[in-house]
């Protein structure tokens, strides 16, 4: 039968399998593409139904992966001093300062900064090259600021850094303690794993531990909001507690594990009653958890940043451990210690020895066997001889001038790093900087001498390990634009010109990750859990159809490892490998092959709060964004329910300051005094008073004075190294001004750039119309004593395969000017040739620029700071310069009527967007559409998602919804 043959222009249906870039979740896409001889394109995104991760679900930013995919703001071409050059001179300047700083200063004074970003086989040539051939162990990442404590942790409890629990695990248990995490929001997918599980096991409880009543509370059985910082004395009375109850059995333990007269001596220091002081929590809450942990027959502490990222994150970590050793509650169905991961590959960046304390395979730096093991492996020149320096020493260092050159990769310390001064300085005093990311401009390029092209989500090719152990394909399925390389290509090019070629002769990844596996597997003899030689083997098409593995794996070869030849690993085949539960025979991976509890005390944080900071800062995440918003901030729908940051506070302490919501305060501490940080205030009555939450993504590409990490000091657990980011001292205080108000930029804004005449006018500051990475607004902020900028969907918007300049935009803005003063700064700003209209009421002010009939620019500007809210935007329509950003992204970039330009000149607002927040991002489900529905009768989170859809989705809005029913349902009674 002659089939027909595809012509090679013609389009094709397929679906590509990948996996998510962003949290530690590590959730399977599918994408559907149209694919032909000349080009691919990504039409939609759902997740993939049979991963284990996720089985289907995605959060609202994986939903959205394809909405910041385009190359808007991509660095496309390497640069030297902001100029590009090609590869050949980008690799040469890097390898030759690399060879002649270790020449003149030793291999000490180099440095790598890497990135959970990185895919494992990156990890794994960056690791290499430092340590094996440049010599040092400087090579830290910023997976130290998220889990490092957890390793330290686990390490000093098991002998190897495995986490001992499966996905599963939350799904089975009868009790589920949910500390430092908001998991809701953090990782939305397993909240909801967890709330099904819930649903379909009535008896299952959860406990969450948390200073903030989150929307994570809104499946818990009960809340305690400890005071920050005082986990270890919880988990220690937790501990001497269930002594007391007679719930430890010491023969049983002491078959497994050593330690626990050491550690409930320790425990045993704090009363009950010591404990509800140190913790502030009312004794009954306390005696309610203890007493559910002790009676449960299965349970899981599920931890994250809130637990980690302190001066006592080993410690408090290490108090959990202790809980489920001495109980028993490890090793089986259900039970465990729990530390869930941030990132996407921050668990292969552990595998593979990405931190400067480790070396790969779970191998230890200051072990001479294990160092010798890996040098024979490598067949390296030289090793060091111990540990390198950890983020925030390292920083020190540059500073101090003991590092001369770092190179950092996929991640953006002036933001992440705690004392942001400090960082600053550090990267403008040495010799050389070199990043390596996917954007043209962030605030740590800013400090770059050399900036080089990288490959993102789409185009990375490799592989990423899950918070459960599980290794998935992150599949390249776009080529590398302009002239990005991927990052483990790009060291192996700096590599071969330092005179290591032969080591780095790597043309695919699944080169780099046979040789990986074989590192595992090599003189292990059982030794570790981590043991991947079974994959040594693969072939490139394996290694390209390579499903989920979880190890650690059954009935690995206990020997010296030797390229398998097993029947399962025949070309083309899938390897088929049985996973099995970490230590489930309770041999661990210790010398004597038993646990170790360790005894710890509580310590209060070391940035403590005073008379002149008498105010604790705790930050975390937004629902809907990432780490710095390099790519969530492309998408105006993922900042539509968290439009820009703000300090949530507890209305009591914002009645003290004299401030109401959207009033701007300033905030310092002992290591930022001169130049303060300054955000909206949101009053927040699940705040504890005298704390204060503030998100972590904005930066100072996104506001003003949007600087939160110059707020903390250096402090870091003397174990790990990990910062401690969730506990600053600051004061704070209102910050007036004498004009506020809303900056609405349309792309035609852009003209004002373009035009010549505008470029000779002396009277304003222009930008080089030849430099394209200067950004559109650049100019208008310069006028603005304080701003904070937001996308927005509109017409204009930006879209898959648009530009960055199609873009609409809101700058939030305020001014030392009155609002006439102000105004008439803003006019030279405009396109000459837009036709401007200006109203001035005695309490707000508009102008409007129209280019052509088409509105570019509205300013509504007022002499108070912008009331927001639903009870303010549905009390009526009157004149207001609070206007709702929906209805200006309606409007720009449009022709707009005579009676439109009336009703903006009047701020008068189409009610048809006075309907308040987005709470759902899918479909765009606003505070007061859904509050209707409820008062109306919708009593469940199914049934507002049958009315409006919200919740149908992703699910990520579903706890908001909950919280929402919660507060307006109205339950009628009849009196008998």
């Known amino acids: 039968m002659n089939m027909p043959t595809r012509q090679p222009d013609m389009m094709s249906e397929q679906l590509r399998q990948t996996t998510c870039p962003y949290c530690g979740v590590g959730c399977g896409v599918d994408i559907s593409c149209n694919v032909s001889k000349r080009a691919v394109t990504l039409d939609t995104v759902k997740g993939t139904p049979e991963h284990p991760a996720n089985y289907g679900r995605l959060c609202v930013k994986g939903t959205n992966l394809l909405e910041t995919n385009d190359l808007s703001g991509r660095l496309l071409h390497p640069t030297i001093a902001g100029q590009s050059v090609d590869w050949d001179t980008a690799t040469d300047v890097i390898a030759n300062k690399i060879t002649s700083t270790i020449a003149h200063y030793g291999a000490d004074a180099v440095a790598f900064y890497v990135s959970g970003q990185l895919l494992t086989e990156d990890y794994y040539i960056a690791n290499k090259l430092m340590k094996g051939y440049i010599g040092s162990a400087n090579i830290d990442t910023n997976s130290r600021l998220c889990m490092s404590s957890a390793v330290a942790a686990y390490k000093r409890a098991f002998g190897e850094d495995v986490v001992p629990c499966d996905y599963t695990d939350l799904e089975c248990t009868d009790l589920l303690v949910i500390t430092g995490s908001n998991t809701a929001w953090a990782h939305p997918v397993l909240f909801q794993r967890i709330q099904r599980a819930k649903l379909k096991n009535p008896a299952m409880k959860v406990i969450v531990v948390d200073p903030r009543k989150t929307e994570t509370c809104t499946i818990a059985d009960l809340h305690l909001p400890i005071k920050p910082g005082s986990d270890v004395a919880l988990f220690n009375g937790l501990l001497s507690y269930a002594d007391a109850q007679g719930r430890i059995d010491r023969n049983t333990v002491e078959t497994y594990a050593d330690g626990l007269d050491e550690a409930l001596e320790s425990a045993n220091t704090l009363t009950l009653d010591d404990v509800a002081s140190v913790c502030d ?585 912008e009331k927001t809210g639903l009870a303010h935007v549905t009390a009526s329509t009157k004149s207001t310069w609070s206007v709702p950003n929906a209805w200006l992204s309606s409007l720009l970039n449009t022709a707009i009527s005579i009676e439109s330009q009336r009703n903006l000149l009047r701020g008068q607002v189409d009610e048809a967007f006075l309907n308040g927040d987005v709470v759902c991002s899918c479909f765009e489900v606003r505070e007061k559409t859904i509050t209707d529905a409820i008062t109306k009768g919708c009593s469940s989170v199914t049934e507002l998602g049958q009315q409006l859809k919200c919740g149908t989705n992703c699910g990520s809005c579903k706890p908001a919804l909950s919280e929402l029913i919660d507060k307006h349902l109205v339950i009628e009674t009849q009196s008998v």
């Open 281 to 865: 929590i009312e004794k009954s809450k306390l005696k309610a958890f203890f007493d559910a942990f002790c009676e449960a027959s299965s349970a899981i502490t599920f931890y994250s940043m809130g637990v980690n990222q302190s001066s006592a994150g080993v410690d408090k970590a290490q108090a959990i451990i202790n809980c489920h050793l001495a109980m028993d509650l490890i090793a089986k169905d259900g039970c465990g210690p729990f530390s869930i991961t941030g990132q996407p590959n921050a668990m292969g960046g552990r595998e593979v020895g990405g931190l400067a304390n480790m070396l790969a395979a779970h191998m230890d730096l200051e072990n001479p066997e294990h160092t010798e093991v890996v040098k024979s492996y490598w067949d390296a020149p030289v090793m060091p001889k111990g540990q390198g320096l950890k983020a925030v020493d390292l920083f020190n260092a540059i500073e101090s001038g003991k590092v001369k050159f770092v190179w950092i990769m996929g991640t953006n310390p002036v933001v992440s790093m705690p004392n942001r001064g400090q960082v600053e300085r550090a990267l403008s005093k040495c010799e050389m900087v070199v990043v390596s990311d996917i954007v043209e401009s962030n605030d740590t390029l800013n400090y770059a001498h050399v900036a080089l092209p990288a490959t993102g989500w789409s185009e990375k090719d490799g592989t990423v390990t899950n918070s459960e152990r599980r290794i998935s394909r992150q599949r390249g399925i776009l080529p590398p634009p302009g002239s990005a390389k991927h990052d483990w290509q790009i060291m192996c090019d700096v590599a071969a010109k330092m005179g290591f070629g032969e080591a780095f002769n790597f043309t695919h990844p699944s080169q780099i990750f046979c040789e990986y596996a074989g590192l595992t597997g090599f003189h292990n003899n059982g030794k570790r859990q981590l043991d991947l030689s079974p994959l040594q083997a693969l072939s490139e098409a394996q290694y390209n159809g390579l499903s989920p593995l979880q190890w650690p794996f059954q009935n690995v070869n206990k020997g010296v490892n030797t390229p398998t030849s097993d029947a399962n690993f025949k070309a083309n085949s899938k390897p088929s490998l049985t996973s099995k539960r970490p230590f489930e025979d309770k041999q661990f991976s210790t010398p004597n092959g038993k646990a170790k509890l360790i005894p710890v005390t509580y310590k209060e944080p070391l940035q403590v709060t005073s008379d002149t900071y008498p105010f604790i800062v705790n930050s975390g995440r937004a629902r809907d964004q990432w780490h710095t918003m390099t790519r969530t901030g492309k998408a105006a729908k993922l900042l539509a329910h968290m439009p820009s940051a703000s300090v949530y506070i507890n209305p009591k302490d914002a009645a003290e300051l004299g401030v109401a919501n959207n009033d701007l305060v300033s905030l310092t501490s002992a290591v930022c005094k001169d130049a303060p940080v300054i955000y909206p205030v949101k009053t927040d009555t699940d705040m504890r008073q005298g704390e204060v939450f503030i998100p972590i993504h904005w930066s100072a590409q996104w506001g003003s004075h949007s600087k939160l990490g110059a707020l903390y000091t250096s402090a870091v657990d003397p174990i790990s190294g990990q910062p401690e980011l969730k506990h600053a001292a600051v004061a704070i205080a209102p910050v007036r001004y004498a004009t506020y108000g809303k900056l609405f930029l349309s792309p035609k804004i852009q003209s004002a750039h373009d035009s010549k005449s505008n470029i000779d006018n002396p009277n304003i500051d222009n930008p080089s119309i030849d430099n394209p990475s200067i950004d559109n607004h650049d100019t208008l902020k310069k006028v603005c004593d304080y701003w904070n900028k937001t996308p927005l969907e509109g017409k204009g918007a930006t879209s898959k395969g648009s530009s960055v300049e199609e873009a609409l935009s809101v700058l939030n803005v305020a001014s030392n000017k009155s609002r006439r003063e102000f105004t008439q700064s803003l006019i030279p700003r405009l396109p000459q040739n837009a036709v401007l209209l200006q109203f001035h009421h005695h309490t707000f002010s508009v102008c409007l620029a129209l280019v052509d009939d088409i509105l570019c620019f509205a300013a509504f500007l007022g002499d108070e700071p």
